[in-house]
Every structure is written in structure tokens, then in C-alpha cells.
């Protein structure tokens, strides 16, 4: 029987886990083969069934000299051990242990720059599945994100220049083939096909790869909640920590909106002093369906999170808390659904978020961007799933 | 031997830091591999393991999704695996299933297991031969309750008692989902192997002398000649410590003293070394040596509290240990039982300070017993032979019916 190894190396949460242990039920259940995963985080919410082809992957190495504020993707792999000889030879050492045992006919990598490097010149079939945000389009150097400062500086590309001679020199020492420029690894694989659609793609790219549509990414046991009594707006918002929660939440609170409120993590301790007639706040993940005939979404701007709300073709006010959620809110804001309010910088104050929030549900341009985009986001089905298990099909075959 | 008759052994190593370990398992793998026996690693510090083994397979072991420990001043082996994941009968059925699935593709004829015990319940339903490599801080006495790690302060009964119970129950739910008969005590399930090695001896055993095992001494892991400062003075004495804060002091005041000073610090910096640059009768290195033709050369010795104090009695040098943790102050505790050791420092605050060591090493050497002691504790062990016993393991590894080793 053919074999399947979907990897998982770098982020965290839900996002990675239930899309690719879906994607490989699916592969399980749509062709004859025997599908085997190899995760950075045995996750609690992984059901058992998938550890019995289960193994954690090896850890991700140290950078020597790591980079406090990443500025692009090239950053981001030198943070992952490109920057460190010793730890990419034994990372890509221990893959190759990995690939030794399982003897995959195809590898699907998602998020995984070191077990997908580790596969160069190895007999497989490569695929890259997963956002745009783990799959750099080619160039010397690594082009920018959009929406973020893309200006190369000398800096860097004498960075990339000495990744690349260290990929160069395990790769010779493993028999495997060189590479020309540092992201060449990415460019030549199998298949990449990217859970998005071409406006949140976060890379800009001449050739674009397979676009699947938003892989959804759904919590366990959601809890259905009824919106605040009265006549105000309906606001949906999922927060997380970040220096303006309260003055956002004093706003939220003024009377004037119907507010439920999904507050993550510790930012509980601080939404539920909020929580009244007029607010209600819940630690626990709420169902979106439940708030679907709302007015609007407040998020961080996680990848998903604006995909099912374009899905139910609601605006949004997004506040990106890091690096990934600024390229979503940029892209949110490009379509016109959204405005952005940066949160990875000094605190917004309470006139920001007012104007916003007055901007939002007073200007039907937001909505009917929301509607126009939404049509094309439906994620009741995932529509990649059949697409993305043919084309595996055909790498087998 | 045949290709038919080659085993696949899977090696485990699941807690624990450092080198130790690994070093303890290398003759034995070294030998396997010797004999024909493909051998798959699946350690916890795949760092060091491809470092030591950079010719076999090496994964990484499954671990429980997060970091935190539970109970960070662990008292007992139960405490020790509840903070591994034991505390909840998910995580145990996780990493079990995880376990096995390294099995599946393994097909190990034999599961080697140090510090391993959840491989060593996600493999009792396996039809494999199962071989402890442990000492007495991770193989427990068959006793009711595991025993105490922290003799030397009370503890809280009650607690660790239902923190054991917990994990009993996380185990005996694995085992009789298996089909297995659950434990009574949970350190019975660490007697549901074929094979039982403790590389330690019984005085030196953590938890005491022990019936149930076999006592294997110290690995015999080879190494260059100890490089001796070439001064001629005595006593001849043998440092071999981690780096820590008090470590440049240590050194240099040893070094005032016109002793041979031989100073094993793995990892050491730069800066240590120019501060220790003019000394002659000093000789500071990282490279690791024969261990145990030190222990006969030297005639003191100032160590941490792992194997080496075990080695350095065996070579009649008594020792002053240096415990950096609580499972090394339990050896120390059971080394200076001998008669043959001092400990520095309280375990209240470990490691000990400079002067602590100072002042412990002067004990060691202003008392002559402690020398008739550890020649006592060596003639008694003049006829365990660190080779006779490797190849005791090797073949309770392979089983009946393999050539002689």
C-alpha cells in the first residue's frame, strides 16, 4: 500500500492541526493508501485514532543568533536553525531518519520548511498544502509579504547569501542536490496548493499555484448563544490579550451595541468585568452560525476567522496582534471589507476604535464588500478536499 | 551470524538530561550493532544522540503537547511520570498510541528502555522481548509505594500517595483497555519485562539495594589516556564538572594548592580557560577520557553526583560529590553511607557554592578512613568486570538461542 506523510513543523493552535488531520482522514477515506503524520505538538485535540500513525516531529533548531523582530520570510527561516550548521545538519539528519522509517510515496508538508528540505533528492512526491504565509514565491532575495515593508537591505541578502551556502553544504553532505537561491527548495516540489483565495494569499507571485479555497477550521463543541435583548448593533468579537482590551471593551460597552464576546485565553479575566445586560462574554468558542445574522466581527485577523466572516458576509474590525494577522487585515482591508486597526504597535486609543466601529456599521460599503467577497468563501464544504486527493491520485499513479 | 537471525531493537530514552545516558547505552549499542542487529534510537535529546550515535536512526520520543511540570521537586518515580504525561488517561493513551506507532514501523524484536516508562506501557502488549537499562532512580523497589527520592525531608504522604494513585489508574486503564491485567502497585508494572540491568551497584543504588535486578556497574565507555598535568606533584586530583556559577573560583583556588589537577569541564567558556591559563599544575579540558583508568590513576576525585561516583570508588579514589540536583544529592547521600564520600552543600540549594566545596574537600582529605574506605568498597569489587557484565546484557538483550557473545 502506498504511503502518505503529512508533516507539521512551525505555529500553533487549531489552525494547522484540524485542517491537515482532516486532509489526511479525507486522503485515508478517498484513495488506498495508509496515511502517517509526523507533528511538532501531539495535540490533546487530535483525536486517538490518528496516533496510531502518529510521531513527533524532531524539534526545530536554535538559531545561534536569533532575530528579535523577523521582517520577512528569509528572517523567519533564520530563526529555524538556517542561521545554526550544526543544528540544520541534524535536523535535516533526523527527517531523513524520519522518511528512512516511513518510506512515504508522497510527503505533504504543511508548514514544515526543514522536513521539506530534508526531502530534496529523496525518490517522493512533494506537496505543499497550508496558507500563503509558509510558501515564498521565487527570488533572490526572498521577496516581501504584502501589506508589510518589503525593501531588501544589504543586511539581508548577505543573510540569505550565507543560508543558502549552509543548505548547500548539508545538502552535499546528504548526496542531494544544490540550490541556486535559498527558497529554490519551495519552488520545486510536486504541488503547492494553498487553503486560500488569490486576495489572501499573502505573498504576491507571477505563477500562481493551485488555490483551494479556506480549509475550515472548526472548535469542538461550540457554544450557540442568542444576541443581548434591544436594538442596537450586533456585534460579534473574539479577542485575545493586547494592549487596548479594555478601552476596546469600555466602548463595546457603552450601551449603544448588542455584544457577544468569545475572550481567549487571559483575556477573560478582563472581558468578563464587561459582561452586562447589554454584553455577553464566554471563555469558550462560539458558534459562528449563532451570530451569522449579526452586524459585524471584531478578530485579530486570524487567516480563518476572516474567511467565515466573509462567509457570512459580514464586515469586519480587525486587530492584528503580529506579523501574519497585519498581511490577513491588509488583504481584509484591500477587498473592502475592513478596516484595520493595528494593535502590534503603541496602544489604539478609544477615538480610534469609536471611529472605526461608527465607520463600520454606519457605511454600507463594508457590507457590501463583505457580501460581494463572501459568495466565493462559502466554507461549508471545503472545496480543495476532492481537488487536492485527485492530484495526490495522479503523484501516486 | 545470519541475516534470518539479525534482531531489530529499538532503544528508548525518554527523561533524564545530559550525556549520561546516552554514554551508558553507547557500549551496549556499539556491541548490538557489532553483532548484526539493526538498532533504532528514539531519545529524548536527538542532539546528543546523533552526536554519539551518528550512524543509526535516530527519532525524537513522543512528548506530551506543553511544558508544564507539575511538580517540579519531584519525590518519587510517580511524580516524575505524572509530570510526563501520566496524570491523564488521554495523554497516556496518546503517547501510547504514538509509541506503537513507532513499533509499526520499527517491528522491534526487542525494546531497550532507560528512564522510559511510557514506552515501557505502550509496549507491554508487544510481542517483544523487554530489557531495562535503568539505575535505582528510575527502577523502583517493589514495594507498595514507590519509594522516596528526597529521604533526607519529609514528605507530604497523603499527596504523593493519591498522585500515585492518579497515575496507577491512567496506567491501569491503558493496560486493561489492552487486554492486560492492571497493577496492584504501580511499581509492578517495571517488573513486567524480561530483563531488569541496573548500571549502578547496590550501595550506590538510589533507592537502596534491590533483590528483583541485576547490578551491572558502570559502562565502560573507553576514551584517551587522562591527560595528567605533567608535574609530577600529588596528589593527583580529579575534577569533572558542568559549568556553574562558582566553577572559575573552584578551579583557582584548587590550583594554588601544589596538587596534579586535572579539571574535566564539558561546555566550559573562554573565559574560564584565560582565567586558569597561567596555572601549571592545572590542566582544564572539555574532551571526555577513560573515566575509569582516572578513577585508578587519581587519588581524589570532585564529580558530580552521577556515574562517575560510582567509578571513582570502584577505582579506590574517594570523592567529593557535587550534586547540581536533587537525584544526584541522593547519590551523594548513598556514596557517603560508604564511608568512602563527602557531599558538598545541603540540597536546599543546589549546586553548592565555591567555598562549600572547598570546605567538604578538606573533610575528604583530613580524614584517612575515607581513603580505607573506598579501598574497601574497590576490593570488593575486584572481580566485576565491566566487559563480563556487557556481555551479560547483550545476551539477556538477545535472548536464548543466539551465538555466544
Redesign the interface.
Known sequence: MKRILLTWELGSGLGHVVPLTGFGQHLSNALDVEV?YCFQ????Q?S?PF?????????V?PARNPIGRPRGFSDMLHNIGFDNQK?LN?AI??WR??F???RPDVLVCEFSPLSLLASRGLPMARVQVGTGWHVPPPGAPVPAYRHLPGHATEQQRTRERAMLERVNRVLTEFEAPTMQSLTDFFQETDLTALSTTPEFDHFDRLEPPRYLGHAPVRPDNPESVRWPQGDGPRIFAYLKPFRGLSTLLKQLANGQYRVIIHAAEQAWDTARHFAGPQVKVSPRPVALDSVADGDLVISHAGHGLIHETLALELPMLLLPLHREQQVNAGNARQVGAALVIDCTGPEPDAEAFESALDQLLGEPRFRQAAQACGRSHDPAIYPGLTALSGAIRELIE | MNEQSRLSILVAWEIGGGFGHLMRLRPIVERLVQRGHRVTLVVRDLEKAQEIFPDLACLQTPQRSGQATDYPQVASLAEIMYNCGFNDQSTVQRLCASWRAIGELVRPDVVIMDFSPMALLAFQASPVRRVLIDNGYSHPTMTARMPDLRPWQRGYVDLQAAIEDDVRQSVNAFLVEQGLEPVEALSALFRRVDSINLMTLPELDHTGPKTHVAYRGYAEPGGPPPPWPETGARPRVLVYLRPFAGIGELLSRLGGMNWAILAIVPGHDQQLKARLAGVSNLHLTEALCDIHLAARQADLAVCAGGDTVGIMLLGATPVCVVPYHAEQYLTAWRAEKTGAAVTAGNPSRLPPRSDEIITALNRLISNPDHYDQASEFAARYKDLDPARELTAIITEIEGQGFPET
Do not use: E, N
Open positions: 502517517w505538538s501531539l495535540h490533546d487530535i486517538l496516533y496510531k500513525r502518529m510521531l513527533q516531529a524532531p524539534p533548531p543544528g541534524g539528519r533526523a531518519d524520519i528512512g522509517l516511513v
